[in-house]
């Protein structure tokens, strides 16, 4: 069942991202009166899954889940119809068009990726609201168990200030790609100011240790069950425990540090049970734990205890535009910083290119249309990048030299395109069967 609310999510989040592309495309091109030969979803190699004309178009799937495509009488695409393109152009081919039309034909996909990402984040903001933990609310810290940030410098309880200069107010989701993206962190640690210069390749070792939260709240130490083996049997579940042999364990992490040094000893504990504080003797066995399996408590739980305070902001229709706007922004500038990481072969970043598992993965195993939309305005916005990079091929590639022609008056010969186009088909397949050789290799290693 698992396997199939992901599936349902990553399927559906493509097919919308594909269409509505493809849509940018085809709706300037009929507004032009341009010929839209095919538009389909999924490509339709050799044969379709369903297909139906009207008109001059024939709409349809195809059994290929790679992407889509809509086919333009008159342009050399991915088609490569050497037979038309032999015959004198038509008025209604894409050739005959003037290049400015051609233009907004060819950036008609990208704009609508990049309008979609927009609207969902508005329609977010609207819907869901902002829920975080302010900055300056995190009293003791941050939570550090990610082996990369040890080594970068990072330490449990320190407190993020800035990041690159820029103050973090707000402790959410986002906190993580900010560091990742970062070249300074000033945090602050026993009350002084220090600044942690990023590694050039952090990226690369991000990948090197088992895969964790770069950072994460502190959580209390939370009794979920307690094993048959165990022979602390006073302790019951949903038991928080605040002290361990007199020393304050407010989090797990303090916990970890007070039963390490204590293995082998029975130890006064102080555990709140039910809303009273219960005094209790607990045995460490020679590993320094309990046996005990941890549990959890929600965020509501937590700020009921006075753990962290949990900040609910909700927008009015008009007030949720800049907030959107702001939101896609800033996902926009972040992949860009990504991409330039991933061209960077300095930061090894391009090691962590991945292909359709990797997108896949994106998507939870538990259906929330509240995540739904969110990974699918970063995968629009992702689109919309990356079909701007200038490979011929790509919507990019045409854009090129589209405007070569505009600025220098002269259009390349259809000879000249032709072979873009196969060398940037070439290209296209390479990059393809590394992103997707690179999740092979990462599910083989278990990375």
């Known amino acids: 069942m698992d396997l199939f609310i992901k599936l349902s999510q990553f399927l559906m989040s493509l ?3 594909i ?22 979803l999924f490509f339709d190699v050799k044969y379709s899954l369903i297909k139906k004309k009207f008109g001059d178009t024939e709409y349809g ?23 038309q393109m032999a015959l004198p152009p038509q008025p209604w081919e894409f050739r005959s068009k003037p290049a400015y039309q051609r233009l907004i034909i060819m950036l008609g996909g990208v704009t609508v990726n990049f309008i979609l990402a927009f609207i969902i984040y508005i329609g977010m903001a609207f819907v869901y609201g902002d829920t975080y933990i302010a900055n300056a609310d995190m009293k ?26 820029t103050k973090i107010e707000k402790f959410d989701n ?66 928080v425990v605040l002290t361990l042999n007199g020393e304050a364990a407010k989090y797990f992490d303090q916990a970890q540090t007070i039963l390490e040094n204590n293995k082998g000893k029975t130890i006064a504990a102080t555990v709140l049970r039910d809303q009273k504080e219960e005094q209790i003797q607990v045995a460490v066995d020679n590993d320094g734990k309990l046996g005990v399996q941890l549990g959890g408590l929600a965020m509501a739980n937590l700020e009921k205890l006075g753990f962290y305070k949990v900040s609910k902001q909700e927008y009015g229709f008009f007030e949720s535009i800049p907030v959107g706007i702001t939101k896609g922004k800033d996902q926009l500038v972040g992949y860009g910083k990504q991409l330039k990481m991933i061209f960077s072969p300095s930061t090894g970043a391009y090691k962590q290119v991945g292909g359709f598992k990797a997108i896949f993965d994106i ?18 916005i992702m689109l919309g990048v990356m079909n701007l990079l200038p490979i011929p091929a790509l919507d990019g590639g045409h854009v090129m030299f589209l405007l070569y022609e505009i600025i220098s008056g002269k259009k390349p010969s259809d000879k000249f395109l032709e072979n873009a186009q196969m060398v940037g088909f070439v290209l296209l397949i390479t990059l393809l069967l590394f992103a997707n050789g690179n999740d092979i290799y990462k599910s083989i290693v278990g990375r």
């Open 15 to 17: 097919s919308l991202l």
């Open 19 to 40: 269409i509505l592309h493809e849509l940018g495309h085809f709706i300037p091109a009929k507004l032009f009166k341009t010929r839209v030969e095919k538009f389909y």
């Open 61 to 83: 799937i195809g059994w290929l889940p790679l992407g889509g495509y809509v086919k333009i009488s008159g342009m050399i695409d991915e088609s490569m119809d050497k037979e």
């Open 140 to 165: 003791d810290g941050i939570l550090i168990e990610n082996q990369a940030m040890l080594n970068a410098g990072f330490q449990t309880g320190d407190k993020i200030i800035s990041v690159d200069g």
């Open 174 to 239: 986002d906190i993580n790609m900010k560091i990742v993206l970062g070249k300074e962190v000033l945090i602050e640690r026993n009350g002084a100011p220090q600044t942690i210069k990023m590694p050039n390749d952090f990226v690369d070792q991000l990948s090197k240790f088992e895969k964790s939260s770069i950072v994460g709240i502190r959580m209390p130490f939370v009794i979920g069950a307690v094993s048959d083996e165990s022979s602390n049997t006073e302790l019951k579940a949903k038991d």
């Open 363 to 380: 998507f939870p195993s538990t259906w929330s249309w509240e995540t739904f939309w969110a990974i699918t305005a970063l995968l629009s």
